[in-house]
């Protein structure tokens, strides 16, 4: 699209799966010697080597973020690094009982490492695009009105329009009245990457597959999902009232023999859990390469909005937090896609970025609400539900 007005000056906060995809998608249209977009990420820029570092798999989904990678123009790199987890999906009980399994490989929901995802962003962008190790403090009322940022350094810069895609704890959305906090959801859960588990643990390999494998009971999840070099990644879900249970407890610091022992030996975890699902835990222990990560897991309220606010909007989780269903990163990946098309259709007309940022908003609220629904409608029959694998079971065969 070739425009000769003015562009707004636009501030994304947060290179993660949205603001990556929005950026690629603005950079796509927009006049790329003239672009004024730029993106603050807190973290370090990613190192070539995190391409083959173990990290989560996400499912993309037609519709949404396989749409989105499509617009970017990335499809057939993203195909090239689909390998590290299939489209396996397999549900067993406590005992590692089976309910279900499907081995089809659909191409409708291709699983890429979180890593991965974030190295074909940031493949087609301009590196100075995005300004790593920068932390935003605060979004504040500027002059005219404009925006101003406060960084971690002090220093301090205005733009027209603020892009929140800064996650959970978004500092754009604190800027934007009538948003509300996250709150805690009630599940917690650990995180332990097992590397190499295909050479080192050939019966745990054929145990949970070359996809994603999860079992159920009694208000606890295991998730495996397969990753980098042969990894698993493992997340234990727990249904725990207080956020701050792993910490208060010290079972976020027990060294691995002890955590070992409380996780497979302690009522309120996985004692009487099968041999092989207890192997796993007890492997995903062993594994100190990798520190585990203990987090209680918050959410936004179901349908949860804002006060449309001049200057500032907010995308992905920093929008809609929901509890992990498959759906976070794509709807994600859409509301940067359909906000994209906002902005850059926009600029044909006067005043018209504030209108279609505002109709954007409205439509993303709709479609998050029933995503919204699912995800907490997933989380009760995971941690809630006395029969979640047949529950599962009918869900995955009616999909
Ligand atoms: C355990 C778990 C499993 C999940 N599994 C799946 C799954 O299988 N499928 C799925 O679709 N979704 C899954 N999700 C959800 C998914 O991870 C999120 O929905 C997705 O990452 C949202 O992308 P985002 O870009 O909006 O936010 P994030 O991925 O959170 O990115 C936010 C970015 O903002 C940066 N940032 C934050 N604060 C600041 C600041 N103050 N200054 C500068 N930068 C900042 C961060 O460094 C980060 O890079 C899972 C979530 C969890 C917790």
Redesign the pocket.
């Known amino acids: 699209m070739a425009t000769s007005k003015v562009l707004p000056k636009i501030a994304i906060?947060?290179?993660?799966?949205?603001?990556l995809t929005l950026a690629n998608l603005l950079y796509k249209s927009l006049p790329s010697s003239s672009l004024p977009v730029t993106i603050?990420?807190?973290?370090s820029a990613p190192s070539a080597s995190t391409l083959h570092t173990p990290s989560?798999?996400?499912?993309l989904h037609r519709g949404s973020g396989l749409l989105a990678i499509e617009k970017c123009g990335l499809t057939s790199k993203f195909k090239t690094l689909i390998a590290d987890c299939s489209e396996q999906t397999i549900v067993a009980d406590k005992s590692g009982k089976i309910w279900y399994q499907d081995n089809d490989q659909t191409g409708d929901r291709p699983e890429i490492s979180r890593n991965a995802l974030t190295y074909l962003l940031l493949s087609s962008l301009p590196p100075d695009l995005v300004c790593w190790n920068?932390?935003?403090?605060s979004v504040t009322p500027g002059s005219e009105r404009k925006w101003k940022i406060t960084f971690g350094n002090k220093e301090q810069d205005e733009f027209d329009e603020i892009v929140g895609?800064?996650?959970?704890?978004?500092?754009a959305r604190d800027a934007i009245p009538g948003a509300s906090k996250p709150f805690y959801s009630g599940a917690s859960?650990l995180?332990f990457t097992i590397r190499n588990l295909s050479t080192n643990y050939p019966s745990l390999n054929s145990l949970v597959g070359n996809g994603s494998y999860s079992a159920f009971s009694e208000h606890k999840a295991l998730v495996s999902q397969r990753g980098a070099m042969g990894s698993a990644r493992l997340?234990l879900m727990m249904s725990i009232p207080s956020s701050s249970y792993f910490s208060d407890s010290g079972l976020d610091s027990l060294p691995p023999a002890e955590l070992k022992k409380k996780l497979l030996g302690g009522e309120d975890f996985f004692q009487g859990w099968g041999n092989e699902l207890q192997e796993l835990i007890a492997a995903g222990c062993d594994a100190v390469e990798d520190k585990m990560e203990a987090?209680p897991?918050y959410m936004h309220s179901i349908g949860d909005s804002w006060t449309h606010t001049p200057g500032i909007t907010l995308?992905?989780?920093?929008a809609h937090l929901m509890t992990?269903s498959?759906?976070?990163?794509?709807?994600?990946m859409l509301d940067a896609l359909e906000l994209s098309e906002a902005i850059t259709s926009s600029l044909e007309t006067e005043g018209g970025l504030d209108e279609a940022v505002k109709r954007f908003e409205e439509k993303m609220w709709k479609r998050s609400k029933e995503l919204m629904e699912e995800a907490d409608q997933m989380k009760k029959i995971m941690l809630e539900d006395q029969n979640a694998p047949q529950q599962f079971c009918q869900m995955f065969k009616r999909a």
């Open positions: 906060i947060g290179a993660g799966p949205a603001g603050f990420d807190l973290r989560g798999s996400l499912d920068t932390k935003v403090l895609a800064d996650g959970a704890w978004s500092k859960y995180t997340y987090r897991l995308i992905g989780d920093a992990p498959g759906e976070g990163v794509n709807c994600a």
